[in-house]
């Protein structure tokens, strides 16, 4: 279908995915070694560099996408970095290959439901003391509880709306090469991470993800994570595709892009209600 080095893959066997259904669903986050060959990793690893790295698209505004930029910056205290690439399956078919490649498609659909959609595609270039470091959860805290709650009730399973697959594409041996982090069970918490520095959830502190090029990890979105800072002088390379429930595209991204008459002016309400306004 795509003329590039990614190759198409195979799903896990049933028991397999089910056994990585019920990891996530325990602890946030699931590491799974060995997924993508080394000829798939150096050929993400040079095109995320030839298109970072090419003035044009590094220039590029993309106002009527979800990212405004082909490549966000990192904002260093002193400079500015080029750091996350955006909106990439517009810039190479690699990625609209590697969003079906698998076992990616087969665990979506485990894990979110067989109508599962895209919702994200990025890779992040991590250069020395490059790192989302603030401990966090994605996007928004979808069921918080009040804080005399101590956490979801045991046996109560939150549904997973989303969730990022990481595809190291670096090997990520030692802390000093900032290896993702996770805090187990926190995405039961119902709360956002309770300390800056040393986040715990149940007596679990934070576990650092190791890992080889071409391993992969699971991440749900309200698990408390960050990206360790990366103090050694290796670049990283992390892809990340995204894949949500079926009912929230429909819901927030379908349903929505009906236009205006012709010759109707919206006032800005209105656009911002439309999802015309960032
Ligand atoms: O760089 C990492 O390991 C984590 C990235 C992250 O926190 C995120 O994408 O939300």
Same mark, same amino acid.
């Given at each position: 279908?795509?003329?590039?080095?990614?190759? /198409?893959?195979?799903?896990? @066997?049933? #028991?397999?995915?089910?056994?990585?259904?019920?990891?996530?669903?325990?602890?946030?986050?699931?590491?799974?070694?060995?997924? $993508?060959? $080394? @000829?798939?990793?150096?050929?993400?690893?040079?095109?995320?560099?030839?298109?970072?790295?090419?003035?044009?698209?590094?220039? /590029?505004?993309?106002?009527?996408?979800?990212?405004?930029? =082909?490549?966000?910056?990192?904002?260093?205290?002193?400079?500015?970095?080029?750091?996350?690439?955006?909106?990439? +399956? /517009?810039?190479? !078919?690699? *990625?609209?290959?590697?969003?079906?490649?698998?076992?990616?498609?087969?665990?979506?659909?485990?894990?979110?439901?067989?109508?599962?959609?895209?919702?994200?595609?990025?890779?992040?270039?991590?250069?020395?003391?490059?790192?989302?470091?603030?401990?966090?959860?994605?996007?928004?805290?979808?069921?918080?509880?009040? #804080?005399?709650?101590?956490?979801?009730?045991?046996?109560?399973? !939150?549904?997973? $709306?989303?969730?990022?697959?990481?595809?190291?594409?670096?090997?990520?041996?030692?802390?000093?090469?900032? %290896?993702?982090?996770?805090?187990?069970?926190?995405?039961?918490?119902?709360?956002?991470?309770?300390? %800056?520095?040393? !986040?715990?959830?149940?007596?679990?502190?934070?576990?650092?993800? *190791?890992?080889? /090029?071409?391993?992969?990890?699971?991440?749900?979105?309200?698990?408390?994570?960050?990206?360790? %800072?990366?103090?050694?002088?290796?670049?990283?390379? +992390?892809?990340?595709?995204?894949?949500?429930?079926?009912?929230? =595209?429909?819901? *927030?991204?379908?349903?929505?892009?009906?236009?205006?008459?012709?010759?109707?002016?919206?006032?800005?309400? $209105?656009?911002?209600?439309?999802?015309?306004?960032?």
């Amino acid at each position: 279908m795509f003329d590039t080095p990614i190759t /198409a893959g195979d799903p896990f @066997d049933e #028991d397999r995915t089910q056994q990585i259904v019920e990891d996530m669903h325990r602890d946030g986050y699931v590491h799974i070694p060995d997924v $993508l060959n $080394l @000829d798939e990793v150096a050929a993400l690893q040079e095109t995320t560099d030839r298109l970072m790295d090419d003035p044009e698209i590094f220039a /590029a505004e993309t106002p009527e996408l979800h990212e405004g930029r =082909y490549v966000q910056m990192h904002m260093g205290k002193e400079i500015q970095t080029p750091f996350i690439l955006r909106n990439t +399956l /517009a810039l190479d !078919p690699i *990625f609209p290959a590697m969003l079906m490649r698998e076992p990616f498609v087969s665990l979506a659909e485990a894990l979110v439901g067989s109508n599962c959609r895209f919702c994200g595609q990025n890779v992040l270039r991590n250069q020395p003391n490059v790192a989302i470091e603030r401990w966090h959860v994605d996007g928004a805290l979808h069921f918080p509880v009040p #804080d005399e709650v101590d956490r979801y009730a045991p046996g109560i399973r !939150p549904p997973i $709306l989303w969730f990022t697959i990481q595809i190291a594409l670096t090997d990520i041996d030692i802390i000093e090469h900032g %290896p993702t982090q996770y805090v187990p069970g926190s995405h039961c918490s119902g709360k956002h991470p309770n300390s %800056p520095d040393d !986040p715990e959830f149940e007596g679990n502190g934070p576990v650092s993800i *190791f890992c080889q /090029a071409g391993d992969i990890y699971l991440q749900d979105p309200q698990c408390w994570h960050r990206g360790a %800072p990366n103090t050694s002088n290796r670049v990283r390379y +992390l892809m990340q595709n995204q894949y949500a429930v079926d009912w929230a =595209y429909r819901r *927030f991204g379908w349903m929505n892009r009906v236009p205006l008459p012709d010759g109707v002016e919206a006032p800005d309400r $209105l656009q911002k209600l439309l999802g015309n306004t960032r």
